[in-house]
Structure formats: C-alpha cells, structure tokens
C-alpha cells in the first residue's frame, strides 16, 4: 500500500491549520491501522532557517512516520480548467501515491487544471478542493474526493457551505476557486465560470 500524506503550510516558523491536519491524519491511522492519536506537533521539529519563509511540510506515513520533508512553496499559475470525466476514482485517505490523478491530469488539453467529474457529481481538482461563488456565497461539493483541510476549516468557520453541485449545474455560478492548505478564500485561484474550456452552455 502507498504511503499517505499529510501537506501542512509552515510560515513564518509555524504549522498552521494542525486542528484539521492532526485531525485528518489520526482519522486515517484510527481507521486503516486501528492506531491511536498522536499530535503531529510534538513530532515535527521545525529548522531554524525556516522562520521567515513559506514551505510546504510533507509527512509521509503508514503505521508510522516514515519521513518529514521541507520544501520551498511555488504557486502555479492557473488561467483556465477542463472538466475530465471518472466514475471510479477513489481519493478518500491522502496517499502519496497520485497515479491516478496524474493520469487525469493529461487530459486536461492546454487547461491549467482539472475539474473531477465522478458520475455527473462535481468533485475535486488535482491540487485541492473547489468552491463556487453564486453572486451571494461560495459553495463547495458536498462529495469531494478528499476532504481536505481547508475546506474543513472554512466549513466550520460558516465561510462556505456544502451543496450537491452536478455538471449541468455549473452555469448557474459565477466563478470557481481552488482550496488547499494554501489557498484561502483571500488569496486562492479565482477563475471566471466560463474558464472552463468545455463547459456546455445551456440551451435556452
């Protein structure tokens, strides 16, 4: 089995969002390996020289922690999405192993990103979770295939709401943003709905 993951952001010397992360990553080791809670803070030692800088965090475990990796943060830039189109993915634990969301992300055309579609349900991209801005509020898919982090967090803070959103759904939006452990609501990819290069128009 591949090992799973946990990406925590570290800036300015700290772990952020560890409520959520610990969370995640306790749930997965209380239901793939029956293993009790451990606080990732207590095992993540920080390097001195990372005090004033963005990086990602990666811990790579199974029934243990197998490795602790520091590495710079680098946004990618992200202009236009492709809905692709996969009944049978299943992304529910963070596994280090992405093959499958590698070979989706192929298709996406000279898209920047993807969006999963998952039997006519809007799901996920390959970098996070995604919400919709319908003029009022912002919506996130109530079947993502990862229940990620932040989406957990803007959740509880009442910043977003769930909502079952399908393909044909999609016009009715505004915009479309990504979330992840580094995309807030304040600084995260926000695209015009109509960037999606093969989104059907509605028939009038």
């Excluded at 990602?56 to 946004?75: A, G, M, N, S, W």
Aim: charged content about 25%; proline content about 4%.
């Amino acid at each position: 089995m591949s090992l799973l993951l946990e990406t925590i952001k570290i800036e300015n010397g700290k772990l952020l969002n560890m409520v959520f992360h610990n969370w995640r990553f306790n749930q997965a080791r209380r239901e793939l390996f029956n293993l009790p809670e451990i606080d990732l803070e207590q095992v993540i030692s920080i390097p001195d020289d990372l005090a004033n800088i963005t990086y990602r965090c990666r811990v790579l475990y199974d029934q243990t922690i197998q490795k602790v990796e520091f590495i710079p943060y680098q946004t990618r830039s992200i202009q236009s999405l492709r809905l692709v189109y996969d009944d049978i993915i299943n992304y529910a634990y963070k596994y280090a192993n992405r093959t499958h969301l590698n070979e989706l992300f192929k298709k996406r055309g000279n898209a920047d990103e993807i969006i999963i579609v998952k039997k006519g349900l809007i799901t996920d991209c390959t970098i996070g979770n995604l919400v919709f801005y319908d003029g009022e509020k912002w919506l996130t898919p109530e079947q993502p295939l990862l229940a990620g982090t932040q989406r957990q967090k803007l959740l509880s803070e009442g910043q977003i709401k769930q909502a079952k959103i399908t393909e044909k759904d999609l016009s009715n939006y505004q915009k479309v943003g990504i979330i992840n452990a580094f995309y807030l609501l304040d600084n995260m990819p926000s695209l015009p709905i109509n960037k999606i290069n093969n989104l059907t128009k509605p028939t009038p």
